[in-house]
């Protein structure tokens, strides 16, 4: 009693706490090595008896399938002798012989498969003392296969067609029967002959192919005795005799063979069924005897487990009770020191009971109290020391808090983190947002900033109260009535749990950098159209010096015939080719150069109207009959300063695609108004934020699918059919137009139709006078004489006839020195002037000298091209009237009568 409690001192005061938390683990550790061990052995011992009789079990199922198999096989042997003579030797063979021979090779498959798990050392006893017994059944089994196979072999080779003996005794005997005549003594021997052996083949009696034998040899006396048979017959005849006796010896060893192994078969059958059925009972005694085994097995491992468990939890108890009194009780009372001395008792001290590490902690915690104590005497002194450099610092923050450049607000979480309140803010807060300082502290942040939520600020401050995560976020757009920019900013959160924003505004770098970018794009633009005005440019004047002559001869044709002539109507389809072929080039030159027509004061309501009253949109009408157009337009549209031309062009277009895309009935809605463009989408589309006249021409056709929409402004881009429904112009013509006009188209389409709104800056007022408004008359001839200079013939002639048909006395020059020569001569009330004349000077130096002769000398420029430089270098000089290429006999009519008239209207 006295070593225990000697053993208890120690383990209480001598061993640390570390040594004792070992020495119980340890313990634990030990029986729960015990308990697996256990558990491990029993689980080996019960794999072993679960093998043992699943080998048991397998050679049962072996030996079953075995006697099935043997069984089967005989019957079907036996089913081949007895239905052989009914259904025929090739019939009996494929329905019995052959699933025999099947048969007895998966029971010789078994027996192997049972010899090596007999072999096998985890099988039971029982079957390996009664190996012997196994070796001779499968000694019967194999032997049972040999002589199954070996008599049906015997069999064919009695009955087989044509090589059987049988067939070839019988091939014998008809053969005999052939060569001897029916009316003598040795046919009717012959026929008792064979009718001896059809009596065994019937009966399988020897006796009765003995006297068939015999028979034979007084069937060969009577062949010689016989003066009608002749020698080669009677020698043939011997022979097939001879060779019949061979046949019929043969059948008769193998009938007796055949006999033998099929007593032998049955002699097997009879041994092997006692063996196998002793073999199948032994095996599910080995199986039953492996069952009691593996329960035992397991009641066993189950007491083992149960001890073990139980006798941890017994030492689990043990070692949790040392604990209880050595470490928890003493780490109490530690706890309840240190309580007291956070509260204030600086006198607290531990007993120091032990050596241990709690031991050395109660020390150390004295120690620790007693440096408390001597501290706090010094604390009102740093007290002080930290309130001055507290107050240092806090001056140092204030002043870094005003003077920085970016905007700081300190907000505090209300609501439930909802909504925060601002609590105050720097000087650069005032700057950027132009809001006074008083304004702004106390007050909401969504009352002060309302478009806060929709900018995606107040959540990621949300975000960041809560996780304490300080979050970036890069660049984002703020908008309210008073207050818009881009702004960046950074969030963080304070230890005291307010939210600080710190930002800068990025107006004007975005601004900067939306506008480089815009002239980036529209400097890519400009040198794509550059690089198609050159094209355009250099076709524009030939295309249209051809489609001269085949818009200007139709009208000269249709004045000189009848009415009722037959040719007027090709005469008119020419004229209106020519003209479309001009309509074409006219676009092209409008996607390269842009709509360069003369602008004045017009209103979107009148310009509609206009286009949907005119001859181009009655096509559009005739082709789409249950396509309806729909106007709403805003009886206070304000007027735009515009090129009405282009802009009609556009509503062609535009109208024209949408009633296109319209399969069956539908409507395409034309309306006006008037809209507000903010600074953001200003800055997006690179216009001027203010208001806009606002065109919207909608349809309800298919839509433009989302890949097609960044093409559609493409020239050339169409989803029609080139030359039939489009050039892939007309989106084209409408973008440049639109952006000449310094405005923009916005597109939205969807499976349930589209919507072009075209944006038109509104007029100033007094930008321009409108012209004076004449009678058109009559634009014929009043005497007055006119000068052509063109270099092309085809172009001189053109213009003289029509000039001629309407009374003007007309002379010709081919070139620019030509006519020079000629107005020092002569005088000429019009010139009319082509500007781009090979070789010589071309239209403006012509014009330049023909001034130096007569300042006052009228001229109308003529050209294919649109208005260049030198087209307008001429209007500047004087020549203020432009006619393009191709032209009607009215438009030069009318443009020779208004320049003669001094008429300004069209100019």
């Not at 003289?800 to 002379?811: F, I, K, N, P, R």
């Amino acid at each position: 009693m006295a070593f225990w409690q000697r053993m208890r001192n120690f383990i209480k005061t001598g061993l640390s706490i570390k040594a004792r938390l070992g020495m119980g683990i340890a313990l634990l550790l030990v029986l729960t090595l015990a308990n697996a061990v256990a558990v491990l052995v029993g689980r080996s011992l019960l794999e072993h008896a679960e093998e043992v009789m699943a080998d048991n079990q397998a050679i049962e199922r072996l030996v079953l399938e075995m006697n099935y198999g043997m069984q089967r096989a005989r019957r079907l042997h036996s089913d081949f002798f007895l239905h052989a003579p009914e259904i025929g030797f090739v019939a009996a063979h494929e329905q019995y012989a052959q699933p025999s021979v099947r048969q007895i090779s998966q029971v010789v498959t078994l027996s192997k498969a049972l010899q090596e798990l007999v072999e096998q050392s985890v099988v039971g006893e029982g079957l390996h003392a009664n190996h012997v017994d196994v070796n001779l059944y499968l000694s019967f089994a194999k032997r049972f296969a040999d002589t199954s196979i070996e008599s049906v072999e015997v069999f064919t080779g009695l009955h087989a067609p044509i090589r059987g003996l049988a067939p070839q005794l019988d091939g014998v005997l008809k053969e005999i029967s052939g060569e001897l005549d029916r009316e003598s003594e040795s046919f009717r021997l012959f026929m008792d002959l064979k009718s001896h052996v059809q009596e065994y083949r019937l009966s399988r009696q020897r006796p009765e192919m003995q006297s068939a034998f015999n028979v034979e040899r007084t069937l060969i006396q009577s062949l010689h005795n016989d003066p009608l048979v002749g020698e080669d017959r009677r020698q043939k005849i011997l022979s097939l005799l001879e060779q019949g006796r061979s046949l019929a010896v043969k059948i008769l060893v193998a009938e007796t063979s055949l006999k033998s192994q099929l007593n032998d078969f049955a002699l097997q059958a009879v041994a092997v069924r006692g063996v196998s059925m002793a073999l199948a009972e032994m095996a599910k005694k080995e199986v039953e005897h492996s069952q009691q085994k593996i329960r035992s097995i397991r009641q066993l491992v189950v007491y083992i487990t149960l001890v073990m468990t139980l006798t941890g939890f017994v030492a689990a108890f043990f070692v949790a009770r040392m604990f209880n009194h050595s470490v928890i009780r003493r780490v109490d009372r530690l706890t309840r020191c240190a309580g007291e001395l956070r509260e204030g008792n600086l006198e607290v001290l531990i007993p120091e009971d032990s050596g241990d590490e709690l031991g050395q902690l109660a020390r150390t915690f004295n120690l620790m109290s007693a440096r408390i104590r001597g501290l706090v005497n010094n604390l009102e002194l740093k007290v002080e020391q930290r309130t001055a450099e507290l107050l240092a610092s806090e001056s140092r923050y204030r002043q870094l808090f005003e003077n920085s450049s970016s905007g700081v607000i300190i907000y505090e979480a209300c609501d439930q983190g909802n909504d925060f309140i601002i609590r105050d803010c720097n000087r650069a807060v005032e700057t950027i947002e132009q809001i006074p300082r008083q304004e702004l502290i106390s007050h909401k942040v969504s009352t002060v900033f309302p478009g806060i939520r929709e900018s995606g600020l107040l959540s990621l401050m949300q975000s960041v109260w809560e996780t304490g995560q300080p979050t970036i976020k890069v660049l984002g757009y703020y908008a309210d009535e008073r207050v818009r920019g881009w702004r960046e900013n950074a969030v963080y959160k304070l230890a005291s749990g307010e939210i600080v924003c710190i930002y800068n505004d990025r107006t004007a770098e975005k601004q900067a950098e939306a506008e480089k970018l815009a002239m980036e794009v529209k400097f890519q633009r400009a040198r794509k159209m550059e690089a198609l005005g050159l094209l355009a440019g250099g076709v524009a004047h030939d295309l249209n010096n051809i489609l001269s002559g085949i818009v200007g001869f139709p009208d000269i044709l249709l004045m000189h015939l009848p009415q009722d002539s037959e040719l007027r109507k090709p005469v008119g389809i020419i004229k209106d080719s020519g003209l479309r072929a001009a309509a074409v080039v006219a676009d092209l030159l409008t996607v390269a150069r842009g709509a360069t027509g003369r602008r004045e004061i017009a209103g979107l309501n009148s310009l509609v109207l206009e286009y949907l009253a005119s001859p181009e949109h009655l096509p559009f009408v005739a082709r789409h009959p249950q396509v309806e157009c729909v106007t709403r337009l805003d009886p206070n549209q304000p007027p735009i300063f515009c090129s009405p031309v282009h802009i009609k062009k556009c509503i062609m277009n535009l109208v024209s695609n949408a009633m296109e895309s319209i399969d069956g009935a539908g409507q395409v809605v034309l309306s006006t108004g008037k809209e507000l463009v903010t600074d953001q989408v200003a800055l997006e589309n690179n216009v001027n934020p203010g208001e806009y006249a606002v065109l919207h021409i909608s349809d309800t056709g298919k839509g433009i699918q989302e890949k097609d929409l960044e093409h559609i402004f493409e020239p050339f881009y169409s989803k029609k059919i080139m030359g039939i429904s489009g050039t892939g112009l007309g989106l084209a013509v409408v973008w440049n137009s639109v952006i000449d006009h310094g405005g923009m188209i916005q597109v939205k389409s969807s499976p349930a139709g589209t919507d072009f709104s075209l944006y038109f800056p509104l007029a100033e007022r007094g930008s321009v006078e409108a012209g004076k408004s004449v009678e058109t008359g009559d634009f014929r001839s009043r005497g007055e004489r006119i000068l052509i200079v063109d270099d092309e013939i085809m172009l001189r002639d053109l213009a003289a006839a029509m000039l001629s048909s309407l009374g003007y006395g007309v002379e010709v020059a081919v070139s620019g020195e030509e006519a020079v020569a000629y107005c020092q001569t002569h005088t000429v009330d019009l010139v009319l002037l082509d500007m781009m004349m090979e070789p010589g000077i071309n239209g403006l130096e012509t014009y330049r000298q023909l001034l130096a002769l007569s300042p006052t000398q009228k001229a109308i420029v003529i050209s294919g091209y649109a208005e260049t430089d030198d087209v307008k270098a001429v209007q500047v000089l004087g020549a203020k009237r432009f006619l393009k290429k191709p032209y009607s006999i009215g438009q030069l009519g009318r443009a020779v009568r208004y320049e003669l008239d001094g008429n300004m209207t069209g100019i």
